[in-house]
């Protein structure tokens, strides 16, 4: 919905797909301000899809999915899959509607899939970015330097560079990949185009320790599917766990359904208490 052409970083719209995947919402901590959000950040789409019209969830189809499989994620944790099965059941009592749990067995590598998209053959990579494209960083040598504390990048950075360097995948694999998401993204936007929305784990764990994703790069896997798979999203916080952390769920649909996914998330937001300021 929000223009990216105009992207910070320069080079994110060049090779690949990486100019439909870079892409940016907004942040809020409230889904009462998102229609204000999208006026400002995007006025004609704002206007086309009626955002600002109240909306009937009337007739809406739920689809959910508690977790993907593999040994490379984190398992969901059991309070975010339990606050998973209590956002179905209330979207089916409260406002009637019909749901349906879903599994795509390609989804389960959606990480490699992802990363295929996100490689550009021809293109500066990461390395060279970090550097605005004056020189391309040694990225072995700056990650021995970041653990001594010495590295002017971070570890995120280098980490992200050196995936980006030796991917797991050769050129025949990263065609295939491709033509996984190809697939895996038409049967996506086919389930949810009659009036559908698909529940998913904000992530597979509670609020995480800082850096502590560096130690888990796969879990990254719960957000890169539907960026992915080019649907709009909206993340939904659902209070906190019993040990006081901040816990969501992600609400998704078809293209151009800004409107439902921000009605379905005010109305979540209501009965789970949403966003709670840290204590």
């Not at 059941?89 to 067995?105: I, N």
């Not at 991917?167 to 993204?185: A, C, I, S, T, Y």
Request: with cysteine; proline share 8%; hydrophobic share 40%.
């Amino acid at each position: 919905m929000v223009d990216g052409s105009r992207h910070i970083p320069i080079g994110m719209d060049e090779g690949g797909c990486r100019r439909e995947l870079a892409v940016c919402g907004p942040l809020c901590r409230y889904a009462e301000d998102l229609p204000l959000m999208l006026k400002a950040l995007a006025p004609e789409a704002y206007k086309d899809m009626k955002i600002d019209q109240p909306l009937e969830l009337e007739d809406l189809q739920v689809y959910y999915i508690p977790h993907l499989n593999g040994y490379d994620k984190e398992p969901v944790d059991g309070e975010i899959v339990n606050r998973l099965y209590d956002v179905v059941r209330f979207l089916e009592m409260d406002a009637g509607m019909r749901s349906e749990r879903v599994h795509f067995p390609e989804m389960d590598n959606i990480f490699n899939i992802w990363m295929a998209a996100m490689d550009a053959p021809g293109y500066p990579k990461i390395a060279e970015y970090i550097t605005n494209q004056k020189y391309k960083v040694n990225l072995l040598t700056e990650l021995f330097k970041a653990f001594a504390g010495r590295s002017e990048h971070t570890v995120a950075a280098i980490y992200g560079g050196i995936s980006e360097e030796y991917p797991p995948f050769n050129d025949e694999g990263r065609e295939k990949l491709l033509g996984d998401l190809r697939k895996l993204r038409s049967k996506v936007h086919k389930l949810l185009a009659n009036n559908a929305v698909l529940v998913f784990p904000g992530w597979n764990t509670p609020a995480p320790y800082h850096n502590k994703p560096l130690l888990t790069p796969f879990n990254v896997s719960y957000t890169s599917v539907w960026n992915a798979m080019s649907t709009p999203v909206v993340a939904v916080p659902l209070g906190l766990n019993s040990d006081g952390l901040p816990i969501a769920c992600q609400v998704v649909g078809a293209p151009k359904s800004e409107r439902v996914l921000i009605s379905v998330a005010q109305k979540l937001e209501q009965k789970f208490g949403g966003w709670v300021p840290p204590q």
